[in-house]
């Protein structure tokens, strides 16, 4: 059957065949987030996933890429994953990964081997995330996943040959809490050691907690400048080994991408160039989600 909207998808899987696996997410309590707040969590009919690769196969059996939709499909358990992951590498001979997005308790209730299995099977990218290190940001917009919890994941499936891809939501602290956000996340990544790096900004959905903890004053936007600084000083404290950090979200003022730690300090210096004027910033009529 046709893909139930909305569809969130990570700006690198734009080529990918997006297959629908779950509707929503099963941790779909997150103040700041609206995307799947009219559409109940639930796994979709195992023959209307096979349908949907069979459909894909009729026009298109040159698949390389494909993603695991909607927010959670991790959550289902390998009994039931695994044969559709099988069939996926059946039906595209070129198939070289298959990517998801993950909860922190999507790996960490999972056994080594069943990691491997994932593995074995081309699962070898999950989307993580973070959002922020501090736990008690986390507990003010009640997502589900700890920071312990996502740290040992990222490592868990590290171990498996499971690259991480990690996001960061600037501005997640607002004003109140902008430094414990930056502290503790520069502490979480550093113990996370992702392959991939991400920083989203902040943009408020109307109708969600968030939105309406902002119209009760208990809640304070950064502005642009802000959420800038909060960029240069969580990359300012990294010291990540061997992450591709990408900051070009349609969320995001100005767009930075590298190598860290190798473009740390050229990252660094576009940041300062931004902060001081020196840079056009991306007008807010073209910020997106």
């Not at 987030?33 to 298109?60: L, M, T, V």
């Not at 996943?145 to 490592?155: F, H, L, P, Q």
């Not at 990359?235 to 969320?251: E, M, N, W, Y």
């Amino acid at each position: 059957m046709a893909i139930i909207e909305p569809v969130i998808r990570p700006p690198a899987e734009a080529n990918s065949f997006l297959l629908q696996v779950t509707l929503g997410c099963s941790a779909n309590h997150c103040y700041f987030c609206g995307a799947y707040k009219n559409k109940a969590f639930s796994i979709k009919d195992y023959k209307e996933i096979i349908a949907d690769i069979n459909r894909q196969a009729r026009w298109r059996k040159d698949i390389r890429r494909v993603f695991l939709i909607d927010g959670d499909a991790l959550v289902v358990n390998n009994n039931r994953l695994l044969p559709i992951l099988k069939i996926l590498e059946e039906t595209f001979p070129k198939l070289s990964r298959i990517a998801s997005y993950a909860n922190g308790y999507n790996i960490t209730r999972r056994s080594a081997k069943e990691l491997k299995e994932l593995y074995a099977h081309k699962v070898r990218l999950i989307y993580l995330g973070l959002e922020s290190g501090s736990q008690d940001i986390l507990n003010l917009h009640r997502k589900k996943s700890g920071v312990g919890e996502m740290i040992e994941a990222v490592n868990k499936a590290a171990q498996a040959q499971i690259k991480s891809s990690v996001m960061v939501l600037l501005g997640l602290g607002g004003k109140k809490h902008s430094q414990k956000h930056v502290q503790e996340t520069i502490k979480a990544l550093n113990m996370m050691q992702p392959r991939y790096l991400s920083f989203l900004s902040l943009m408020v959905i109307p109708g969600t907690p968030l939105a309406q903890e902002i119209e009760r004053g208990d809640f304070e936007e950064l502005n642009s400048q802000e959420l800038l600084k909060e960029s240069y000083s969580i990359i300012k404290g990294l010291k990540l080994t061997k992450t591709i950090f990408r900051s070009d979200h349609a969320s995001n003022y100005l767009s930075l991408e590298g190598a860290l730690p190798k473009d740390k300090t050229k990252l660094l210096n576009v940041l300062k160039s931004a902060i001081n004027g020196e840079i056009k910033l991306k007008p807010e009529f073209l910020r997106g989600l």
